[in-house]
């Protein structure tokens, strides 16, 4: 499985908190998959000086092979 994303724009009609970000990710640990909560500037917004960041949480399942 590749890296399924997950996003929710800052100063969007719908915004996250951090604890609704961390109860995704938390079940989505609990369902076996590996989990990363990242934010960035939406690509769009590059360079500007008020640009709308999202927040990304990123997941995969890790492969067993070891």
């Not at 719908?14 to 079940?27: F, G, K, M, P, S």
């Not at 989505?28 to 590996?34: Q, T």
């Not at 500037?41 to 070891?66: F, H, M």
Request: proline share 2%; net charge positive.
């Amino acid at each position: 499985m590749a890296r399924q994303i997950i996003r929710s724009i800052r100063k969007g009609s719908v915004q996250w908190n951090e604890d609704d970000r961390l109860q995704i990710a938390t079940l989505l640990l609990k369902c076996g998959y590996a989990a990363k909560i990242t934010h960035r500037v939406v690509p769009e917004q590059a360079g500007r000086n008020n640009a709308q960041k999202e927040y990304v949480i990123e997941y995969w399942e890790e492969s067993s092979d070891v």
